[in-house]
Nanobody, 114 residues
């Protein structure tokens, strides 16, 4: 079972920036983040796979960038030009190389408000 430790998040004003980090134990084939706002379903925000191919939700394209440090087995989500509608709990996930099992981080709150 892959263990994940998330960090980052917090309160920021509209237009501001935050960076989320997600450190994984074990061998990973892909990582990313989902988010869930109150009353909404969990939605995929961004993902990055082996070879560094990325996928971003339309709602965050041009504002969020996902990257990965393979040496540290850590993924990063740089979030710029944040909007109030980005407010949600952000959950990191990772898919293990062995068994292709998905593990989840503990979640981190991102609040965008003036």
């Amino acid at each position: 079972q892959v263990q994940l430790v998330e960090s980052g998040g917090g309160l920021v004003q509209p237009g501001g920036s935050l960076r989320l980090s997600c450190a994984a134990s074990g061998s990973i084939v892909s990582m990313g983040w989902y988010r869930q706002a109150p009353g909404n379903q969990r939605e995929l925000v961004a993902s990055i796979a082996s070879g560094d191919s990325t996928n971003n939700a339309d709602s965050v394209k041009g504002r969020f960038t996902i990257s990965r440090d393979n040496a540290k087995n850590t993924a990063y989500l740089q979030m710029n030009n944040l909007k109030p509608e980005d407010t949600a709990i952000y959950y990191c996930y990772a898919v293990s190389r062995i068994g292709f099992n998905r593990s989840w981080g503990q979640g981190t709150q991102v609040t965008v408000s003036s």
